[in-house]
């Protein structure tokens, strides 16, 4: 990613940490003086993502630092793999420590959980996206860390596209006039998604029609049926508690695009620690 992109998020996760006097820990115990080699090293397997933003925290701190990168973002890796050697002064490495792993842990995490559904799913058309249920601040890196891990991603934003859901369709005073008002608006170049609920709203929205249904929470068999009215006139995608074992069943009922908030809101970190070599 470009550091354009990353840099203005990687500084104010560390102006946060460094507070009002920086490590004030540090700079009494290490000697200004103090070198230090470490390495950065899994303790766990999964894919690591947001490298790119944890090393730049330790060169913001201090360019001269040596920084080797051995593994890439979207590399799996196992327990013990060493994925980055930093050597050079030790105050602004140890300073930078935390606010490095924070970015990397998570965001591997986020790449990790992502990989895991993408995994159960082989051999399925179906695609893992992730949604905007992601850490403020953060989607961006969010975001790419799902490609990483083997996904795609939905909107970045609110006006990406046009997402009409249960409370749009509530306010509107139902499916139809909901859509009709989306289109309306929409201009040339704007998708407009429903989600729905039933098959019934289904068959009532096809008469209108769209770019993309989410179809929510419906067991695999509604599934089928739902990409059968569907017809390929639009792309189909299952949405509601999304998990490792629910989803080959999901996939199995032919929808293009399988959309799951907990990779990104709640995926547990990938445990990656520095330690000095």
Known sequence: MLRLL???????????????????????VVPADAAIEAVIASRQSGVVAGLDAALLAFELLDPTLHIAQLKGDGHRVERGDVVARIAGRARPVLAAERTALNLL????????????LADAIEGHKAKIVCTRK???????????????????????????????KDNHVAMAGGVRPALRRAKAAAGHLVKIELEVDTLDQLAEALEEGFDAVLLDNMDPDT????VAMVG??????????????????IAAAGVDL?????ITHSAPILDLGLDIA
């Open 134 to 164: 992601t850490t403020p601040g953060l989607r961006i890196l969010e975001k790419e860390a799902v490609r990483l891990g083997g996904g795609a991603n939905h909107r970045f934003g609110l006006d990406d596209a046009m997402l009409i």
């Open 223 to 226: 599934l089928r049926r739902a």
């Open 258 to 262: 399988i959309s799951s908030g907990w």
């Open 232 to 249: 390929g006139r639009a792309i189909t995608e299952a949405s509601g508690r999304i998990t490792r074992e629910t989803a080959p069943a």
């Open 105 to 116: 842990c998570r965001l591997s995490g986020v790449a990790s959980a992502t990989r895991s």
């Open 6 to 28: 990353i840099e203005p998020i990687v500084r104010a996760a560390l102006v946060e940490d460094l507070g009002r006097a920086g490590d004030i820990t540090s700079d009494a």
